[in-house]
């Protein structure tokens, strides 16, 4: 994600930058210990973080 383009195309950046409402559904995710205390100690927030990654990885594959 790199311009304004991106930004408005990606479902997690709108509603991260609060340019849309959250639509997020509360699950359980099992994560490495180490993928976890790595994002915790560096202060990234997980659920965003995971939104974005998966909202990449379904668009590379071209499920969304």
Not at 1 to 27: C, N, P, V
Not at 45 to 58: A, G, H, R, V, Y
């Amino acid at each position: 994600m790199g311009d304004d383009r991106d930004i408005k195309q990606s479902i997690a950046m709108r509603r991260i930058l609060r340019l849309e409402g959250k639509k997020r559904i509360a699950t359980t995710v099992h994560l490495e210990r180490e993928i976890f205390e790595a994002l915790k100690s560096n202060g990234f927030n997980i659920s965003d973080l995971i939104n974005i990654t998966l909202e990449k990885f379904l668009r590379d594959k071209g499920l969304l």
